[in-house]
């Protein structure tokens, strides 16, 4: 079985481990005359840090017909688990259903598998092809970022390893794994044995195969969003302009607040932007300064980010005027949240007496092609 395990920063504690969904090759129930030979994957990575598709290749050897069971790891009994299982046998797409394991087991430290996808297939005597595809995400947990939010953010290594086999059947004679950068690009560097290693075999340890993504940790976002929501509850949300719906795309201020860098808020007004404005109120007794994270522009994809105006500066202030705090924002990335802490600006205590936020685009960076400017998050939080 082969899982996917997940790791941000240098050896990092065990608090801020991920956990993840597991990845594997079939497994197999039948008589010991059949036997699985060795199994040969692919894992590209996908558009978003956090997806991978994986391939799996191996031959089933029987010899003589026989009915065996085929079973493909789960991280839970979910029935949407087995929809993203695709597995050909012979050339015949086969479905398989999941069935709980009896003992949820670990695979390896943080990992679990709670169910296996099962298929019953007939062989022929001799050799049949087997081929699986899934298309599967990291599971990041909130305390999964490679520092604390605020702070100044690493690479991100990633770990493929083999786990040790479950109690359910028997895996591949061998497994030997390439991973692949996908769209990722020169984004993702080979770690260690390289691109392509055994993981998985007689006298093989169950040891990692790495890649590091030289990437941000978008995972920051959720992190800011739960300080956030830790830190008062938000009542409402409202824009002084918002651009039109295109399609099944709209640009509407909750795209600000709901932790998602592939969706924004973009003004509606003509030129460029300037002077535009979002105003959060919020409930509760903040105590401490405030701090604003954003990421100021549409962090959709590359082309969104450099085709559309992306904020330079930000001024934030009271929504009764008060006082009020420029926020340079200077060469941002596309979804890396820029962080700026107020500290002891009186800007801290006019909103903890009244707790609504005026922020103002005040300079922009031109887009390529559109003058909309926009921005994907917006999070404000207290830190004592």
């Known amino acids: 079985m082969l899982l ?13 481990m991920t ?3 597991p990845l594997g090759g079939p497994q197999l129930q039948g008589p ?11 894992a590209r990575f996908g558009a978003d840090i956090d997806e991978v598709d994986v391939q799996v290749q191996l031959t089933l050897e029987a010899t003589e017909g ?8 789960l991280s839970s009994v979910d029935p949407q688990g087995a929809e993203r299982v695709t597995l050909s046998v012979a050339g015949t797409k086969v479905g398989c259903l999941p069935e709980a394991l009896p003992e949820p087991r670990a695979a390896t430290g943080r990992w679990t598998a709670a169910a296996m996808c099962v298929a019953e297939v007939a062989l022929p005597a001799g050799a049949t092809t087997v081929d699986l595809a899934l298309r599967q995400q990291t599971l990041f947990a909130f305390a999964a970022t490679s520092s604390p939010p605020g702070r100044a953010v690493g690479d991100r290594a990633w770990a493929w390893a083999s786990a040790a086999q479950l109690p359910w059947g028997r895996g591949p004679a061998t497994t030997t794994l390439t991973l692949q950068p996908g769209s990722l690009g ?3 560097v080979p770690r260690g044995e390289g691109w392509s290693a055994t993981v998985w075999g007689p006298g093989v340890p169950a040891g990692p195969l790495l890649a590091e993504l030289r990437v941000a940790d978008l995972d920051r976002v959720q992190a800011f969003t739960t300080l956030s929501a830790a830190s008062w509850e938000r009542l409402a949300v409202r824009a002084a302009s918002v651009l039109d719906d295109q399609g099944e795309n709209s640009y509407g201020p909750e795209h600000l607040v709901d932790g998602d860098p592939t969706t924004a808020w973009c003004e509606g007004v003509e030129g460029s932007g300037v002077g535009s404005w979002v105003e959060l109120r919020f409930q509760g007794t903040p105590k401490g300064t405030l701090n604003l994270a954003t990421i ?20 934030v202030s009271a929504c009764d005027g008060g006082a009020a705090a420029a926020v340079p924002l200077g060469a941002a990335e596309r979804g890396v949240p820029m962080v700026h802490p107020f500290g002891n600006h009186p800007l801290s205590a006019t909103v903890a007496a009244d707790p609504c936020v005026r922020v103002e685009v005040s300079d922009v960076t ?13 999070v404000l939080w207290w830190t004592p």
């Open 4 to 16: 996917l395990l997940a790791s941000l920063g240098p050896a990092p504690a065990a608090e801020h």
């Open 19 to 21: 956990t993840a969904t």
């Open 32 to 42: 010991p005359e059949v036997t699985m030979g060795p199994a040969t994957v692919e």
């Open 66 to 73: 026989a009915t065996v069971r085929l079973g493909i790891p």
């Open 186 to 188: 020169e984004r993702v």
């Open 296 to 315: 100021p522009g549409y962090a959709k994809s590359e082309r969104h980010w450099a085709m559309n105006g992306r904020a330079a500066e930000l001024v």
């Open 366 to 378: 031109p887009g390529r092609t559109y003058e909309d400017t926009c921005l994907s998050e917006l």
